[in-house]
């Protein structure tokens, strides 16, 4: 019966990214702001800071670029010198495509990421971008959108619940006879700790050492009780993740030649 069931399926493994901090070794959305005069952001539109509030602050401080004459071109070169985190490109570059997916899943923006990955001829290495929608209008300045509004999630914000998308992913990719046999997480913040609970124990997360998510995941345990059932290992290259994977899971990356 089994057998039967599982005939047309093609298993392979999940990898799911954050961007910033994981994928690239900055933050792109306060990265752009030394493009402002003299590399500040005024009182007022810091002042819009929140958790909850990320996508409207980014908005007004790419109208406050556009008000001072930074021209997309400018924006985009900018995203281009930002330098991706120790060992990711060789990750990226290693895993087999035909036993293994990468998605990113990050409340950064699509035209940052899109950008940064295709510059550096990365694109075709992911499968899909989460993130929030964004383009330049008509006079050049970058417009945002929050990737879904959500209140089920109270340990993600309201634009981005990182959770609610990865299960998503998973069902659709079912739907396509694609069966993920181990899922990888791979974050820094603490909006990457929703995702790695909702893992299993076959499962991986990979918080990034000296970042937020590893102090969460113990913060959470303690003080709610909220257990992470995967495998924990903290990575200081994206080499430490692939040998982790690689030890644990045959075949995952491509044969030397």
């Not at 120790?86 to 495509?97: E, H, I, S």
């Not at 969460?216 to 290259?237: D, P, V």
Request: aromatic content about 8%.
């Amino acid at each position: 019966m089994s057998q039967i069931a599982n005939e047309g399926k093609h298993e392979k493994i999940l990898l799911a990214f954050d961007f910033d901090h994981t994928i690239i070794n900055d933050n792109s959305d306060t990265y752009v702001t030394k493009l402002a005069p003299n590399g500040k952001i005024p009182p007022e539109i810091k002042a819009l800071y929140s958790d909850q509030g990320w996508t409207l602050f980014m908005s007004e401080i790419f109208r406050y670029l556009h008000s001072n004459k930074t021209t997309p071109k400018q924006i985009l070169e900018c995203m281009t010198e930002i330098s991706f985190s120790p060992g990711m490109v060789d990750l990226l570059t290693t895993l087999d495509q035909t036993k293994a997916e990468a998605i990113v899943i990050s409340d950064a923006n699509y035209i940052f990421i899109d950008h940064i990955l295709t510059f550096h001829g990365l694109k075709d290495r992911i499968n899909k971008i989460f993130t929030n929608p964004a383009k330049f209008n008509n006079e050049g300045r970058l417009e945002l959108e929050m990737y879904h509004v959500q209140d089920s999630c109270s340990l993600s914000t309201v634009n981005l619940c990182k959770g609610q998308i990865l299960e998503s992913y998973i069902e659709e990719r079912a739907k396509e006879n694609v069966i993920f046999t181990h899922i990888a997480f791979v974050g820094d913040g603490e909006n990457d700790f929703c995702p790695s609970l909702r893992l299993s124990p076959k499962d991986f997360v990979f918080p990034r050492e000296g970042y937020s998510l590893v102090k969460h995941i113990e913060k959470m345990k303690a003080e709610q009780g909220l257990h992470i059932k995967a495998n924990i290992h903290t990575w200081k290259s994206g080499l430490d993740i692939l040998k982790i994977l690689s030890d644990k899971v045959p075949l995952l990356v491509q044969p030397s030649l």
